[in-house]
């Protein structure tokens, strides 16, 4: 299995940046894709990012040109960096790990982390 733990949120004034990171361990290499989702009240739960085993990168419409998300091996890392924030990037932000082993394949989920973005 994977664990992933969620880093980096906080609280930041419009136009600010701010750094998430997510920490994988376990069965590091049955990951495929990486992907960072937010939640908000009243919202669905949408995908930012992510990015796969290969380094392909995606990213949501409300986010282009103001998220990138990266990753570090040595590290078992992944990041977020978030610019030019907005309120309605106000979310709980969740890293999401989907696996394969053979023809099996599974997710696994962060424990999520906050970030506030107001004046």
């Known amino acids: 299995q994977v664990q992933l733990v969620e880093s980096g949120g906080g609280s930041v004034q419009p136009g600010g940046s701010l750094r998430l990171s997510c920490v994988a361990s376990?069965?590091?290499?049955?990951?495929?894709?990486i992907t960072w989702y937010r939640q908000s009240p009243g919202k669905e739960r949408e995908a930012v990012a992510h990015?796969?085993?290969?380094?392909?990168?995606n990213y949501a419409d409300s986010v282009r040109g103001r998220f990138s998300i990266s990753r570090d091996n040595a590290k078992n890392t992944v990041y977020l960096q978030m610019n030019s924030l907005k309120p309605e990037d106000t979310a709980v932000y969740y890293c999401?790990?989907?696996?394969?082993?053979?023809?099996?394949?599974?997710?696994?989920w962060g424990q999520g982390t906050q970030v506030t973005v107001s004046s």
């Open positions: 999401n790990a989907l696996t394969r082993v053979g023809t099996e394949a599974a997710d696994y």
């Open positions: 376990g069965m590091i290499f049955t990951i495929n894709v």
């Open positions: 990015i796969t085993v290969g380094g392909s990168t």
